[in-house]
């Protein structure tokens, strides 16, 4: 028996990412995830993880015209899904890779530990994060998941999807 | 004329992105209240850590505690970090001899909230209350 599963994109974005666009898109799916009954505790996961996101490419991203960052939000029946994509240097693929995959390889007490000692004794970035960005979205989700995409021969497109599951909130 | 109201209470109005401060000492009321998630939250908060460390050295502990209201929607990690420093000035407060509380205000149903002042209870030395409201209320 095949169960269907309805798709539904809630919210889309594609152009340029500031601090004036943010607080916006923050505004926005506030009040959609709102309108979709999503109970607060998820909601406050899901609007916190993509402020994570999206202020990881304001400071990040390659800004490129031709290649704009991106923020999806989708619905299903099993829960929601945030997917947030950005150009970055080909030459930041390899920290990437091997940042993320030493991230998803830790368990979930490994990951609250390291959240905790990065919020009680890490440094600032140069630009005011707390490098805890992707740490945080990790450890808000059920389900998380990257791609580093080729685009050319300096640049990639960086991927990363943090799904919700409903049942965990009902 | 006090330490305190030489000082003067401190007074940032709210932003989409940045919280409403309001550090009254006459009162004996510090509140933090809204959205924080700025771009750079050093930036943004270096102002506030820096008159509170001009505080306490000014600071002469009295009996009446001093009380540190909490009361945020959206904060991203950075602002997270930046809240740790804040609560550990008041940690300094009440070393000098000061008593002090912090008040985690969230809403009830509000569960991610909750977790995120359970661990900054573990984490500070101070009275830390969590305080649960339903929603409109003050």
């Known amino acids: ?170 | 004329m006090s330490d305190l109201t030489t000082l003067g209470k401190l007074e940032i109005e709210p932003t989409f992105t940045t919280p409403k401060i309001t550090f009254d000492p006459d009162a004996r009321r510090f509140v933090l209240e809204g959205n924080s998630y700025p771009e750079n939250s050093l930036k943004f908060y270096g102002p506030v850590l820096e008159w509170l460390k001009r505080f306490i050295e000014r600071h002469t502990p009295s009996p009446e505690p001093l009380v540190f209201e909490v009361r945020l929607e959206y904060f991203n990690t950075s602002t997270a970090k930046v809240l740790l420093d804040l609560f550990r000035n008041f940690e300094v407060l009440q070393e000098k001899g000061q008593p002090v509380q912090i008040r985690w205000i969230f809403l009830e149903e509000d569960t991610e909230m909750e977790d995120a002042g359970l661990d900054y209870q573990a984490a500070v030395k101070v009275p830390f209350e969590l305080v649960a409201i339903n929603e409109g209320q003050t």
Not at chain 1, 90 to 118: D, G, V
Request: aromatic share 10%; proline share 5%; charged share 20%.
């Open chain 1, 1 to 170: 028996m095949t169960v269907s599963s309805e798709y539904r994109v809630l919210y889309h974005h594609e152009g340029p990412l500031d601090m004036e666009v943010l607080p916006l898109i923050v505004r926005d799916l506030d009040k959609l995830l709102a309108t979709e009954s999503i109970r607060p505790p998820l909601r406050r996961k899901i609007v916190s993880s993509l402020i994570e996101l999206a202020q990881n490419i304001i400071r990040y991203a390659v800004q490129s015209e031709a290649h704009p960052p991106s923020l999806l939000i989708t619905r299903t029946d099993k829960g929601i899904t945030l997917a947030a994509r950005n150009l970055v240097y080909y030459s930041q693929e390899i920290f990437l890779q091997s940042y993320l995959q030493s991230l998803t390889q830790l368990s979930r007490p490994e990951l609250e530990a390291l959240h905790h000692n990065t919020l009680t004794t890490g440094s600032f970035s140069d630009s005011g994060g707390a490098n805890l960005g992707l740490v945080e979205v990790l450890f808000k989700c059920d389900e998380f998941s990257y791609e580093l995409t080729p685009v050319d021969e300096l640049h990639t497109w960086f991927t990363v999807k943090a799904s919700f599951f409903l049942q965990n909130y009902e």
